[in-house]
């Protein structure tokens, strides 16, 4: 819901064209708000020339002045940084801070949802580390045993699973977080919301010097076990949507790599 400040408002209508619900109306020179259909979206907010949109319940304090900051990207420098991420399997042991992390969580945050229904969950593990990586590492071994005992191969995933579980506890071999000490768990009702804040996060992340990784066996493992999802406080209607590996790269790449032609159909 909005307040609109009649004193401040000149009633340019800016707002009321840029509200998709139509829930503005021009009256007598002013915009006032029917805060029927509105959802937060703070269009109104972020368009009014004269600050004169307030949105409840949230935080005023955390708006910034578009006039103020710098907020142009060069789309080749962009595309650049796109084409030479690459997901990173090797990681110093250097640590990942606190406030590097929030940064990072502040990217899924102000990320687009759906109806701006803003239903995300994070869960960062970083002093369980150890733990969950043998959770994680049992499940996967735990999994593969039953497909094979089923007669269901998952590819060379079955095959890959029992080998990590082995591996690990042979000789503790981390091919699960491949020595990250900063793992966040990306949680949500819905899977397209979830993946553009991980986009957003991905992002983020790169672009403080950091490497990440995309973890399906985690976020399979984590799915799969009701023990797991109680472990890492998952809500009972969201799923596992992504499950982000963090930490200092420990390989540095040289070149970018060519990828399959775009499958367009223009129209």
Avoid at 45 to 67: F, G, H, I, Q, R
Avoid at 84 to 91: H, L, N, T
Avoid at 112 to 131: F, H, K, L
Wanted: glycine share 8%; hydrophobic share 35%.
């Amino acid at each position: 819901m909005i307040e609109i400040n009649n004193e401040k408002c000149i009633g340019c209508g800016q707002c009321v064209r840029d509200c998709f619900p139509v829930d503005i109306d021009l009256i007598d020179g002013k915009a006032v708000p029917r805060n029927e259909k509105c959802f937060d979206c703070g269009h109104c907010m972020a368009v009014c020339p004269t600050d004169a949109v307030t949105l409840l319940n949230y935080d005023s304090a955390e708006v910034l002045d578009l006039k103020q900051i710098h907020t142009a990207i060069d789309p080749e420098t962009y595309l650049n940084h796109l084409k030479a991420r690459r997901s990173i399997r090797r990681f110093t042991d250097q640590p990942v801070t606190k406030e590097q992390v929030e940064q990072i969580l502040e990217a899924g945050r102000f990320s687009p949802t759906g109806g701006n229904r803003q239903r995300m969950a994070y869960t960062v593990i970083q002093d369980s580390i150890p733990e969950m990586r043998g959770l994680l590492i049992d499940q996967l071994g735990r999994k593969g045993e039953e497909m094979l005992a089923a007669g269901h191969r998952a590819s060379f995933y079955t095959d890959l699973w029992l080998d990590m579980h082995k591996d690990y506890h042979s000789s503790g071999k981390d091919r699960i977080f491949f020595g990250a000490g900063t793992v966040i768990v990306i949680s949500s009702d819905d899977t397209l919301d979830a993946g553009i804040a991980a986009a957003h996060m991905e992002t983020m992340i790169y672009s403080m010097g950091l490497g990440m990784l995309y973890s399906g066996f985690s976020r399979f493992a984590i799915e799969s076990s009701e023990e797991l999802r109680a472990r890492l406080k998952i809500r009972e209607k969201y799923h596992v949507e992504a499950v982000l590996v963090i930490g200092y790269p420990a390989v540095h790449y040289q070149r970018t790599v060519p990828r399959k032609p775009a499958d367009v159909v223009w129209e």
